[in-house]
RNA sequence: CGGGACGUGGCGCAGCAUGGUAGCGCGCUUGCUUCGGGAGCAAGAGGUCCCCGGUUCGAAUCCGGGCGUCCCGACCA
């Protein structure tokens, strides 16, 4: 490709909009550009390596035996109602009406549409396993788009299914996609990560999150150094015993104190010279429209999803929606401002944390402005309902498996398996005939993987302060040819030989022709991250040489101009283009 | 949805407090020069100052109401 004619609008000021490296770099290179609020257009060179990423995947899925399909993006109300999606989705899933006023929605996902399919056409046990994939623009209305690709409401994802007739060979499909994505992730040269995840909205009974390890990541991991254990946080488990119920003896007398003006731990912990791991925290959920109250140590941070599935699964509750309380709600629990409740004398069901049940004279909220109490104890002061692990795990916290101090890191997700179990086959009928004769729903698995994402985190975990620096599987191009000179006419003939030489050879190639200084050739090539660089000068040119150049390496090479190509070729295969 | 910031040529910004008819850098066009890390000189083109309404002789600037984008949080995969 011709730089003189490419489509390459790069920049050299970083945009106002973004905020983080990925999103910068890809904007300044040339790669997107935003439309509107996490909605973007791919640019040739962004659209090469999304190209670049795809075919990566379906070579790993095609491996893997799924087989590529191709869903609409449009779907209708009905199938979702069927799964009961269209009332637990939300405001994420975007509904519109057709001229005739029937309901739709753009697929956020494709469950739906996938066991509506197969419903259809699967009959007999003999047809299975079965294992469809698709790569599709998804859409989901988030409520807050942010770093660029890394959460767009419209993105690219690859989704596969699968269908088994038993749990041994649902398993085993879960297994397969599991050991492709780790290869997937491989190939793409990640830094990465499978956890223990939440199973959220998609639901069913396991699922791992493929996390690619960064500091801007939006996920928080916790990974065990010692067995290997890693999970997502909000999946993270905690030891659920060995906690100890303080003495009777030990217990001492209740008290109010005057703490004005102080509504945050840290703030009651310097006002009353205590520790934060002496005060508990009282957080006061709305679940639907019934109140509880959740209590954790001080220093600790609640877990909803924890917390939701305590109330669900130990409680017994039904519910849709759970929420912190807002301020007004909280005032009308406890007749005080946010920063002051307490579960003495509280009016609604009180469950805390295992770590709150050693704990003795501690410091809580007074339910009224400007007062705490201090040496309040659960059980002597108020009742609890029940305790378990509610608890965000954190640095240093026990490992479940095997007791270690976890560590904690940051990641993005870009990938996460579903063991479905037979959420959809069931709510949508799809079923097969076993060797018996008998009607058996499918078991389920769902895959997706965040094609554009992963555009997105191979530039945040591979730049520097000039640009981007491709692994050469998903680089736009392979190499970048510059002649330095655009007035020597040896350079540019140079330049056009070695060009032409690397495209029979099969390189991708592309050639700085442009009327440029040099300088702006070099930083443009530095910004949109081409792995090799060849830069062809007169002053080289009077050895017979040019200088070939690695983007991920500092310093370059002279050599021949005869010999360039053949090293370049070498090179590009090494690196596994 | 709660909190905050911003909206001015393609991009990045100044101007706004104290109203007087829009400016800087980059980019773009033309010419000449230049050619090893975003070249120099000269001459140009390009703007509904987010939108609507109000105040005023006069609004980018003041007031009211919208819309949009970004950040933090909530939410979510």
Same mark, same amino acid.
């Given at each position: 490709m011709r730089l003189s004619r490419m489509f390459m609008p790069t920049r050299k000021e970083d945009p106002a909009d973004a905020e983080i490296a990925s999103h910068k770099l890809l904007i300044r290179g040339g790669y997107v550009r935003q439309l509107t609020r996490g909605i973007y257009t791919f640019l040739p060179l962004g659209w090469k390596s999304v190209k670049k990423i795809q075919r990566i995947v379906r070579e790993e899925m095609d491996a893997a035996g799924a087989q590529e399909i191709l869903m609409p993006g449009v779907q209708p109300s009905e199938l979702w109602q069927e799964s009961g999606r269209w009332d637990d989705y939300g405001p994420e899933l975007l509904r519109f009406e057709d001229?005739? *006023?029937? +309901?739709f929605c753009l697929g956020p996902t494709h469950e739906e549409v996938i066991t509506d399919l197969v419903r259809g056409e699967l009959n007999s046990y003999k047809q299975l396993p079965l294992n469809l994939y698709q790569i599709q623009t998804k859409f989901r209305d988030e409520p807050r788009a942010r770093f660029g690709l890394l959460r767009g409401r419209e993105f690219i994802m690859k989704d596969a299914y699968s269908f088994d007739l038993d749990e041994e060979g649902a398993e085993a499909s879960y297994e397969q996609m599991y050991e492709a994505y780790g290869r997937i992730c491989d190939r793409l040269g990640f830094d990465w990560s499978a956890v /223990?995840?939440? !199973? #959220?909205?998609?639901? #069913?009974?396991?699922?791992? +999150?493929?996390?690619?390890?960064?500091? !801007?990541? +939006?996920?928080?991991?916790?990974?065990?150094?010692?067995?290997?254990?890693?999970?997502?946080i909000e999946k993270a488990q905690l030891p659920a015993d060995g906690f100890e119920a303080p003495e009777a003896g030990d217990l001492e007398s209740m008290e109010t104190v005057e703490t004005p003006g102080k509504t945050t731990i840290g703030e009651v912990c310097d006002f009353l010279g205590v520790e934060p791991t002496d005060c508990v925290k009282t957080l006061l959920y709305e679940v639907d429209d019934q109140a509880v109250a959740v209590l954790v140590r001080g220093d600790h941070a609640a877990n909803d999803i924890k917390v939701r599935d305590f109330l669900r699964d130990q409680v017994g509750m039904e519910f849709a929606t759970l929420e912190m309380a807002d301020d007004g709600t909280v005032y009308d629990l406890t007749g005080a401002s946010v920063g002051y409740a307490g579960p003495v004398g509280l009016d609604v069901p009180v469950y805390a944390d295992n770590a709150v049940r050693e704990m003795a004279n501690f410091v809580v909220g007074a339910n009224a402005d400007d007062t705490h109490r201090r040496n309040v104890n659960w059980e002597r002061d108020f009742d609890v309902e029940g305790f378990a692990d509610l608890r965000e795990a954190e640095a240093g916290d026990p490992c479940p498996e095997c007791g270690t101090a976890l560590e904690t890191s940051r990641g993005i997700e870009v990938g996460h398996v579903f063991y479905l179990g037979t959420?959809?086959?069931?709510?949508? *009928?799809?079923?097969?005939? !076993?060797? /018996?004769g008998v009607d058996q729903s499918l078991i389920m698995g769902c895959y997706g993987m965040g094609i554009t994402r992963i555009l997105a985190a191979v530039a945040e975990q591979n730049h520097d302060e000039h640009g981007l620096i491709w692994p050469m599987p998903i680089a736009p191009y392979h190499a970048t040819v510059l002649p330095l000179q655009m007035n020597s006419d040896e350079v540019v003939e140079t330049g056009e030989e070695i060009y032409e030489e690397l495209q029979e050879a099969g390189v991708e190639v592309m050639i700085d022709d442009r009327d440029e200084g040099v300088g702006a050739k070099f930083k443009d090539a530095d910004l949109i991250g081409i792995p090799v660089r060849v830069a062809i000068g007169t002053r080289g040119l009077e050895d017979g040489n040019v200088e070939l150049k690695l983007r991920e390496e500092d310093d370059d090479e002279l050599v021949p101009v005869d010999e360039v190509a053949d090293r370049i070729v070498e090179i590009v295969e090494e690196r596994g283009a």
């Open positions: 001229r005739k *006023g029937g +309901e /223990e995840a939440d !199973t #959220g909205a998609i639901g #069913g009974e396991k699922s791992h +999150e493929f996390q690619v390890v960064t500091d !801007t990541g +939006e996920d928080k991991l916790v990974s065990c150094p010692d067995c290997g254990y890693a999970a997502n959420k959809y086959s069931d709510a949508m *009928g799809a079923s097969v005939q !076993t060797d /018996e």
